[in-house]
């Protein structure tokens, strides 16, 4: 996966709390292999169900959302048909837990804004699109010409920024995991499973 | 003297191998639990062309796409099942196929088997697998990029949540259950309630909670937004586990109830965050909307957006919307068009039982489905009786999956039809497209099969023990 700094594309409103990764990817679609691309699954239903959808009409990077987006299942297909879709930011007042681990895992921004600023950003947006530039290092975007400041996991910038793989950087701690195993093995023999 | 620490605190100094400077901590996961779900995560060890670290640590299951009735399988999840077990072999790993005594829902099985103990590390690519926290164990659901990661390395990088007790004082009233606990606080809090956080239950309630009561709370930790619930190992936690295929044995065993009484919360620890509540304060819940936090007492009545509080008005409305009901509706008595009774929330053993006391001798008025949670519990509810108490009350008794909860298997919900259903997500879309689902305990799914309606149990429950 290759990082990013900033970006620049078209931003949407979803002016719902609670879009929880069932409807971001509903699960019949689960079983596909990710070569075939997820972009189609995004909110599939959701969409099908409103032609009007404003992700019908609008090829969005950026996404606004009010809160808990992302929660529910695990399920990191639903990151893939945001990121497949085209999305690389969105902000939202929260985030399922388990679904930011798996956006930033991806080149996925989950960026927190405060809940009156959401609802600002999502009546400035409307049923319609508007230009958006998002700025990883310095913390800040514009959306529809409105300067945001957002927080971000110090972390997780860095992560996004350089898209690393933490199977390689566990790597480097190989030692320490060796020793770590024998140690537990010697103070807790019953946590291997019995036989 | 050293500090007084949570359980949680214990549990995470006892898995951490170590920490960096931005305090992100490599955790060692002491077992990985993969489903058909997990292919991802094994497309991408085998696209770096890695082998799982810790096979022995590794059990594989097949549960999300298990088709619970006989007839043809869709090649679809054929395929799906088929390559589970070929990562499994692969890979060396054990594997609980579909047709094998010990398979079942992960979170139903792990306990089970005995893989579940206090003070164990466990993992699995499911949100659901805060439920083995019902032992004091750290378990959180992860995707697909940190099961890879836990494959080739058998860690986790994750940041400590803030510690969160909710409380439960006082003593559950009859025909109440701990998943009328879980919805009752979710409601309260918010489905992002405990964003951010690990729960601990505690509380003279959550003492008096069986194994499998104490399950279905921490289960349902993820629908309030926590990663990971927990309670703290007592005696009725070793006598769940004493004797259980993979539990520890003899010198092994003693030793294990050692550490584990160690375990539990120093009495002075500090939580970041408390909540206290009575759990003789709870009724019956159902929920309305399209989320759990959407929850109410069944002798509510549908709420009204232009009431909501403010931000949450066009959601109650779009909520409504698409379960097709009409503000200030008495829920009991919302005709359901159908039931399900199962998945790693309520289909345990206690739980069939609790649906079968209310049903016997008792005809059903809507169709059903029951599958059990795994095919262990599908036998003993066999030989108890309760299998037959299902079926001549008119519902279906059917193999183990997870079956109607998510719809991966083919039992789903037709688009319109309600459902009153003991699982755990009532999203728009979760038990098949258009499908309406009401959560709430087994006991309230059985009355609402015999009345045809959702119904308070408690009447139907009068003169049974």
């Keep these: ?195 | 003297m050293t500090e007084p620490r949570t359980l949680l605190d214990k549990l995470w100094h006892n898995h951490t191998i170590l920490r960096r400077d931005d305090s992100t901590t490599l955790l060692w996961v002491d077992r990985h639990l993969v489903h058909e779900g997990s292919h991802h995560g094994f497309a991408r060890l085998d696209a770096r062309g890695q082998k799982v670290a810790e096979p022995d640590l590794t059990f594989a299951v097949v549960d999300h796409y298990a088709p619970t009735r006989s007839g043809k399988m869709e090649p679809n999840i054929a395929r799906m099942i088929r390559t589970l077990g070929e990562n499994a072999c692969a890979h060396n790993i054990a594997l609980f196929d579909l047709h094998d005594a010990e398979q079942g829902i992960v979170h139903v099985i792990g306990p089970e088997l005995g893989l579940t103990l206090p003070g164990l590390q466990i993992n699995c690519g499911d949100s659901h697998t805060s439920t083995h926290g019902a032992f004091g164990a750290l378990a959180f659901g992860v995707g697909a990029t940190e099961v890879a990661h836990i494959l080739a390395t058998q860690t986790v990088w994750q940041k400590k949540p803030r510690a969160m007790r909710i409380t439960f004082d006082g003593t559950l009233g009859a025909g109440v259950t701990s998943k009328d606990m879980a919805l009752h606080w979710i409601a309260l809090l918010g489905a992002d309630g405990a964003h951010g956080h690990a729960i601990e239950y505690a509380g003279a309630a959550v003492r008096n909670l069986s194994m499998e009561g104490r399950m279905t709370l921490c289960n349902l930790s993820i629908e309030g937004g926590a990663r990971m619930g927990m309670v703290a190992p007592d005696q009725v936690t070793f006598d769940y586990l004493e004797g259980r295929k993979y539990a520890p044995k003899s010198d092994d065993w003693a030793r294990a109830i050692t550490d584990w009484t160690g375990l539990p919360s120093d009495e002075d620890a500090a939580f970041d965050r408390e909540e206290t509540l009575n759990a003789s304060d709870i009724a019956p819940v159902v929920t309305w909307g399209t989320s759990p936090e959407d929850a109410l007492p069944i002798t509510g009545t549908v709420p009204d957006p232009t009431k909501a509080p403010s931000g949450k008005g066009e959601t109650w409305r779009a909520a409504l919307d698409y379960m097709a009901l009409k503000p200030g509706t008495p829920l009991d008595g919302i005709a359901v068009d159908q039931v399900f009774i199962g998945s790693c929330t309520n289909g345990r053993i206690e739980d069939l039982r609790l649906a079968a006391q209310v049903l016997k001798g008792r005809k059903t008025r809507v169709p059903g489905l029951v599958s059990p949670g795994s095919a262990q519990i599908k036998r003993q509810a066999e030989e108890e009786g309760l299998a037959r108490i299902f079926t001549e009350a008119g519902l279906e008794w059917a193999d183990s999956g997870c079956s109607m909860c998510v719809g991966m298997n083919g039992d789903r919900v037709e688009a319109g039809k309600r459902c009153a259903s003991s699982t755990n997500r009532n999203f728009k879309g979760r038990q098949g497209r258009g499908a309406r689902t009401h959560l709430m305990s087994p006991s309230m799914v059985a009355a609402a099969a015999i009345t045809g309606h959702l119904t308070d149990v408690r009447p139907l429950l009068e003169g049974r023990e």
């Design chain 1, 1 to 195: 996966m290759s990082g990013w700094t900033t970006l620049d594309g078209l931003a949407a409103g979803l002016p719902a709390a609670n879009i929880d990764t069932d409807q971001l990817i509903p699960a019949r679609f689960m079983s596909t292999p990710r070569a075939e691309g997820y972009g189609d699954f995004l909110l599939n239903d959701v969409r099908q169900d409103n032609p009007d959808h404003v992700l019908n009409n609008v090829a969005a990077k950026v996404l606004v959302a009010r809160r808990n987006f992302g929660s529910g299942s695990s399920r990191e297909a639903a990151v893939y048909a945001l990121v497949d879709f085209g999305v690389r930011a969105v902000f939202a007042p929260s985030f399922g837990d388990i679904f930011s681990a798996n956006a930033v895992n991806n080149g996925l921004l989950p960026a927190r804004l405060p809940e009156e600023l959401v609802e600002e950003l999502l009546n400035d947006l409307g049923e319609s699109s508007a230009e958006a530039h998002v700025d990883l290092a310095k913390g800040m975007a514009r959306i529809d010409g409105r300067d945001i400041q957002f927080d971000l996991d110090p972390v997780w910038r860095e992560k996004l920024m350089n898209g690393w793989d933490d199977i390689d950087l566990t790597a480097q701690h190989a030692d320490a995991i060796t020793k770590f195993r024998g140690e537990g093995m010697a103070r807790f023999g019953w946590a291997r499973p019995a036989k």
